[in-house]
C-alpha cells in the first residue's frame, strides 16, 4: 500500500466550500480527487492552483445522481489503485420553495443529489476502506438540518436524513477503522450571500451570537481536523461551525 498515493476525495470541489476544503486538504498533503458536474474550466483551475502550490490534484466529471457513473468511477479510477484516504461529502443542490407551492421533482431532485447521492458515495468508499481498515468520512450537512427552515422543507430533510446516515455509518463502520462524522455549516459567506440584500444579512447577523458570517475557511478547518489522525476517536458526531447560532 506504501507506494499508493493517499486520496482525499471531494465531491462538488469545484466551487464555494468544496472548492476551499479540497484546497486545504491538498495543504494538509493528501492527493486530492474532486468532482464536478458542471463548469470544467473551474474544476480545472482548482487543480492548476493546488499543484502550483506543490500539491496534486485531479478532477473528475461525475453526477452525484447518477448510481452507475459513481459506481463505475470507484472501479476504475479508486480501487485498487489508490489508498482512500478521506471522504468529503460535500456535493448538494438547492431548489428552495414554500412546502405547499413546492414541485414534486423538486422535492425528489434534492433527496435524490444530497441524501441518496452521499449515501452512493458512502456505500462504495466504505467498501475500499473496509478493507484498508482505515478511513475518514465527512459528511457536509447543514445547521438548517438541525433546526429547520422556511422554504427549505426538500433541503432540510436531506441534511437531517444526512445527520441520520452519518451516524448509523458511524456505528456500522467503527469495527473497520473508518470514522464517520458530518460538519453542520452555518450561514457562511459565498457568492450566493453576496448577493443578497443588506437587510436580509442584518437579519441574518441579528441571530448569529458572534455577530458575523462564516468563511469557507471555517468550514475547511473543521474539515481538516475530522480527517486528521488527531480525531481518530471521534466518531458519530456533528461539528456545528456556525457562530453560534445553534446550540
Not at 492527493?31 to 463548469?39: A, D, F, G, I, P
Not at 475500499?128 to 438541525?146: F, L, P, Y
Request: charge should be neutral; hydrophobic fraction near 45%; include cysteine.
Amino acid at each position: 500500500m506504501s507506494d499508493m498515493s493517499n486520496v482525499a476525495l471531494v465531491t462538488g470541489g469545484s466551487r464555494g466550500i468544496g472548492r476551499t476544503v479540497a484546497e486545504r486538504l491538498a495543504a494538509d498533503g493528501f492527493e486530492v480527487y474532486l468532482t464536478y458536474v458542471s463548469r470544467p474550466e473551474s474544476a480545472e483551475e482548482v487543480v492548476a492552483g493546488i499543484e502550483k502550490n506543490g500539491g496534486k490534484a485531479k478532477a473528475f466529471q461525475l453526477d452525484s445522481g447518477d448510481r452507475e457513473a459513481v459506481t463505475t468511477f470507484f472501479k476504475e479510477e479508486i480501487k485498487g489503485k489508490v489508498s482512500l484516504e478521506v471522504l468529503v461529502n460535500n456535493a448538494g443542490i438547492t431548489r428552495d420553495g414554500l412546502m405547499m407551492r413546492m414541485k414534486d421533482d423538486d422535492w425528489d431532485k434534492v433527496l435524490h443529489i444530497n441524501l441518496t447521492g452521499c449515501f452512493v458515495f458512502l456505500k462504495e468508499a466504505s467498501k475500499i476502506m473496509g478493507k484498508q481498515r482505515h478511513g475518514r468520512i465527512v459528511n457536509i450537512a447543514s445547521i438548517v438540518g438541525q433546526m429547520g427552515n422556511a422554504g427549505q422543507a426538500n433541503y432540510c430533510a436531506a441534511k437531517a436524513g444526512l445527520i441520520g446516515l452519518t451516524k448509523s455509518a458511524a456505528r456500522e463502520l467503527a469495527g473497520r477503522g473508518i470514522t464517520v462524522n458530518a460538519v453542520a455549516p452555518g450561514f457562511i459567506e459565498t457568492d450566493m450571500t453576496a448577493e443578497l440584500p443588506e437587510k436580509v444579512v442584518d437579519a441574518m447577523l441579528a441571530q448569529i451570537p458572534l455577530k458575523s458570517l462564516g468563511q469557507s475557511e471555517d468550514i475547511a478547518a473543521a474539515v481538516s481536523f475530522l480527517a486528521s489522525s488527531g480525531a481518530g476517536y471521534i466518531t458519530g458526531q456533528v461539528l456545528g461551525v456556525n457562530g453560534g447560532m445553534y446550540m
